[in-house]
């Protein structure tokens, strides 16, 4: 039975690295999908002035099932295109690491917009942290990048909470620039970063 477990471990590990870099052509669309989408949705936040707990609630969770709708297409694409199976062991890991982090997450959202429990303000941090927590647990199982990418969340938001919070507790900002900056910006810059990357060893 050991020798079973160690074995099929043996082959997911082997697996994972082979796929290292299907893996990482199939981030940099999700990655400018999900930015672009982030940022659309920053800007329809700021425009009509949602900024009622649960107006902001409804925006941003309806985004980002949106996104994660789309990542699953872009996904299942991308692996009907390298004659590859979709929900192979490696990406059951995957989905694995990032399944805890994003649901508490979601369920919390949930939670404050239509119980009122918490202002935009901190609903966006909550987001945030477990955001890069489901990042950094996910680069376990994929190329590195995307674990310094939880880390880079992680950093950046409670550098920010940190700041708002005790250095310039007076400053008002819009929860929306925010999250446009952390899931739009970043990720476009993520995703760039990818795809400039990948093209450049493509041409090498």
Avoid at 14 to 24: F, G, I, K
Avoid at 67 to 87: M, N, T, Y
Avoid at 166 to 178: G, T
């Amino acid at each position: 039975m050991e020798s079973n477990w160690a074995a099929e471990h043996l082959q997911t590990i082997r697996t994972l690295m082979e796929r290292s870099a299907v893996y990482r052509r199939a981030l940099a669309p999700i990655m400018l999908f999900a930015g672009a989408l982030g940022l659309a949705a920053a800007a329809a936040g700021l425009w009509f002035r949602l900024d009622s707990v649960r107006a902001f609630g409804v925006l941003w969770l309806g985004t980002a099932m949106i996104v994660v709708a789309g990542a699953f297409l872009i996904a299942r694409r991308q692996a009907i295109k390298d004659d590859e199976p979709f929900w192979s062991p490696p990406t059951r890991r995957v989905g694995q690491a990032l399944l805890p982090p994003l649901l508490a997450g979601m369920c919390l959202g949930f939670a404050f917009v239509f119980v009122g429990l918490a202002n935009p303000i901190a609903l966006t941090f909550i987001w945030l942290l477990f955001y890069g927590c489901a990042l950094h647990a996910a680069g376990f199982f994929m190329p590195r990048g995307m674990k310094w990418f939880g880390w880079i969340y992680v950093g950046m938001a409670c550098g920010a909470l940190l700041f708002l919070a005790i250095v310039q507790p007076e400053i008002e900002i819009s929860a929306h620039w925010l999250m446009g900056f952390f899931f739009g910006v970043l990720h476009l810059a993520y995703g760039a970063y990818l795809y400039l990357t990948e093209k450049g060893k493509n041409a090498a």
